[in-house]
């Protein structure tokens, strides 16, 4: 059970569950501990210490002897907080459920009620329920339970609003569901465990507010005994006899700790978010830990990567996601890098300036070499100073890579600052002129506007003037225009390719599309399982593709003007590079494979400019 | 023959509400009023770039979305989701996101007998032979079904994305984005099998994409759409290769192709028109290098321009 794993991993929580689970044994085993009568009375026995013959925590003011009140007084506790949370989260998660799928008028009306009821404080809103109820344990529950409804209501709110414009909540719609069925069968399996972690960080507020009912004499009636009543009794003898307060008041104590405690540690188990790692902050620098000796530098390009390995250690699991990549890049050249998803082709480009995220990431060999010093093996300062000033990024998605709370020209100083001691004035005149230089018009009012502000290409533009923000030598471009409709991005395409023009600039630039790489980069490398399994100028790739891969892949993708037609397709997946075979990985989707294919590793071969890694290559390469 | 969707003047407007009280109530005409026609057996091919209305269509075609105007009518009957059992055996809609479109927390198995269980009733016996069936005709194992979709690679979720769609056994499926999701070498393979099962089920599909190069590869006519507007609509192998409308041709012109040298096809300034303020006239005039003084006065109407194809242009390109 990787749930408890992950819970007992948290030591607090695994106390927490220790304390707890002592206090609930005990209780459970009232029937048969040999304990006295709570409710009999004994006033010739009163207030006798703590640790006396036949009672070990001594007697009340009553002469009722406390363990016997004490346990009884947390099973009663126990089982009203508990129920009250029950109460209290089928109610207000139906309520939320409810408000959360149906949306609009339904949804205003409801939370505007619950709205309502947040509104008064919550232990005066109990009071008053318990005030028009009439004191009794019974109705304490009911108004404990009433206070909690919203808490529930608009946590699983949230959830589902957030759920019932997913598509497979359409889905079920299509398949001739009701409203009924979608929020038993669709909805409720999906919020549940919020549900149960909402539960387990309220059980323990429950009891305490019980506990302060029952201590103001609202809650449970003389005789009966639950932990608030005892403290409520006790207080007149709080400075003569301690032990009589002490004594509940230490219970309560460690039950709502042990309580939160747990409920924490299964919301840390039990959330996706935290469980896959959000928490654990990947550090600054991916870890290197290189098994090979260095390789020497051959002198190629302005930044050259040398047999890079980097893998992700998960577990017992190793994905050997980088292996044995070299490339390089000379000024104002631009090189492709070309693969599908899982080819390791983003991997090998955070590699380079150490953004892999780490752990998992670690580069295990090879090197990135940067003007013939060796990044790798560079401390965090120098790398820090690279990064944006030397080599810069353009990411993919440019509205997760831009601050949304700060306007597109403060961040795009704060990219000129950060390496270069600017005034605020000259670093805006810097701003406004980057981004004329990326063609955004009116540049000096686009500068004070939010990336929410902008279109995504625009968005896109800015992503490039922060790349451009310090003249670096380097850009590596991962799929810059992947999520750009086509009319931007021939903008884009045509902007970058002026731009390496203009200022001489290297791109390394990602994409899983022929097209795009046809129209910009001088050379091209592709990858397949994290190897090159060709690389060649671009007129050659494309004329005179070698492996059988890169042969199919560009069949597969459509050209504009054929009409209707069958396409070509490869069958089968991908591999998983946790699992990557001996010999050639793509051998299994290959048609010409042969048995020396699948046996022992093929090596790439050819000249530095054209080279393949295949036994049976589609052409000869010269 | 009949046709098995016809849409007349269909439209659907957003509410914006300002003000404190919602009073002063915005439009955002997401759809403008569009009129066209699906002979059974055929692919319409729906393109466009992102905003233009595409997946606000598709999801009015299915009764997922209110219209604001204009009728739908599926196989000579207007749409009518009353009853959502018969509503769904007529048409059926595959997502764009073929992990998000399956819930995380049932199997296969379960995701599967929804539709057979809900749409026709059927008992244990009779839904796993039918399942079993689908799967064939998907390509999937049958071992698959006690699995949960995390468990599956985009490929192969959409193909139960597929299944599901199957199982219904609709006369029309609308295939929203299907296959923009994946890798190349995939795509094609979803593709394929898309082609396959509508010759064996005589479906007709509506296929939305902003993938121009795909969209012509699978369809028999096109459809452009631009700002929610119908701009061109044609055959397929004419509509790129011969593009009468302006906006046509600049999607086409724009398309990367292997050999064609890196240009801009339109100014490095231009920018989609704001849907809450829209420009008067033809939406594309403030891009159109071809604009004259009319086209930002009046709306121009689809009208033939030879052939079989239509374009929404007072000045159309000629060949």
Known sequence: MTFLKLLFRNRLAAMGAVVLGLILLLVLAIPVLPLQDPDVTNTGNRFVPPFSEGHLLGTDHLGRDLLSRLLYGTRLSLGVGIFAALIAATIGSAVGIIAGYFGGRTDNIIMRGIDMLMAFPYILLALAIVAALG?????????????????????????????????????????????????????????????????????????????????????????????????????????????????????????????????????????????????????????????????????????????????????????????????????????????????GKSVTALSVMGLVASPPGVVTGGAVRYEGEDLLSANFESLRQKRGDKVAYIFQDPLSTLHPLYRVGDQLMEAIQVHHKVSDKDARAKAVELLKSVRIPNAESRIRNYPHEMSGGMRQRVGIAMALANDPDVIIADEPTTALDVTVQAQILALLDDLRRERGLAIIFITHDFGVVAQLCDRVAVLYGGKIVEEGTTTDILDHPAHPYTKRLMACVPELGGGKRELAAIPGLPPIVSDLPPGCAFAPRCEKATEACKEGAIPLEGSETRAVRCIHPEEEIA | MTSALKVENLAKTFEISGGLFGRNKAGVRAVRPMSFEVPTGETLGIVGESGCGKSTLARMLVGLLEPTEGTIEIEGKALDNADPAAFGRLIQYMFQDPVSSLNPR??????????????????????????????????????????????????????????RALAAAPRIIILDEPVSALDVSVQAQVLNLLRDLKSEFNLTYLFISHDLAVVEAVSDRIVVLYFGSVVEIGKAEEVFANPRHPYTKLLADSAPVVGRPLTA?????????????????????????????????????????????????FYPLQD
């Not at chain 2, 009733?121 to 799967?135: H, L, N, S, W, Y």
């Open chain 1, 135 to 343: 004191p009794g344990l019974l109705n304490a529950l009911i108004a404990v339970a009433a206070v909690n409804i919203p808490f529930f209501a608009r946590n699983i709110r949230g959830i589902t609003v957030g759920l019932a414009g997913r598509e497979f909540i359409d889905a079920a719609r299509l398949a001739g569901m009701g409203h009924t069925r979608i929020i038993l069968t669709e909805l409720l399996p999906n919020v549940l465990s919020t549900i149960v972690i909402a539960m387990s960080t309220t059980v323990g507020w429950m009891i305490l507010e019980t506990a302060g009912l029952s201590f103001l004499g609202l809650g449970s009636q003389p005789p009966q005994a639950d932990l608030g009543s005892m403290l409520g009794e006790a207080r007149s003898a709080l400075i003569t006899d301690p032990h009589t307060s002490i004594v509940p008041g230490v219970m309560i104590f460690l039950i709502v700790m042990s309580i939160n405690l747990l409920g924490d540690g299964v919301r840390d188990a039990l959330d996706p978010r935290l469980r896959s790692g959000a928490l654990s902050r990947p550090r600054a620098q991916t870890i290197v830990d290189r098994k090979s000796p260095v390789p020497a530098d051959d002198g190629n390009g302005l930044l050259n990567i040398q047999n890079l390995e980097t893998q992700f250690h998960v577990g017992k699991r190793i994905y050997r996601a980088v292996n044995d990549v070299s490339l390089f890049v000379n000024p104002g050249e631009c090189l492709g890098v070309i693969g599908e998803s899982g080819s």
């Open chain 2, 106 to 163: 049932k199997t296969i198995k379960q995701i599967m007998e929804a539709p057979l269980k809900r749409l026709y009733c059927m008992g244990k016996a009779e839904r796993d032979k039918r399942i079993d069936e689908i799967f064939d005709s998907v390509n999937l194992r049958p071992e698959f079904l006690e699995r949960y979709p995390h468990e599956f690679s985009g490929g192969q979720a959409q193909r139960i994305g597929v299944a």
């Open chain 2, 265 to 313: 096809p339109e100014q490095k300034d231009s920018e989609l028109p704001d849907p809450l303020n829209p420009p008067p006239g033809c939406a594309f005039a403030t891009r159109c290098p071809r604009a004259q003084e009319r086209c930002k006065k009046e709306e121009p109407v689809l009208e033939p321009v030879g052939g079989d194809q239509y374009a929404a242009c």
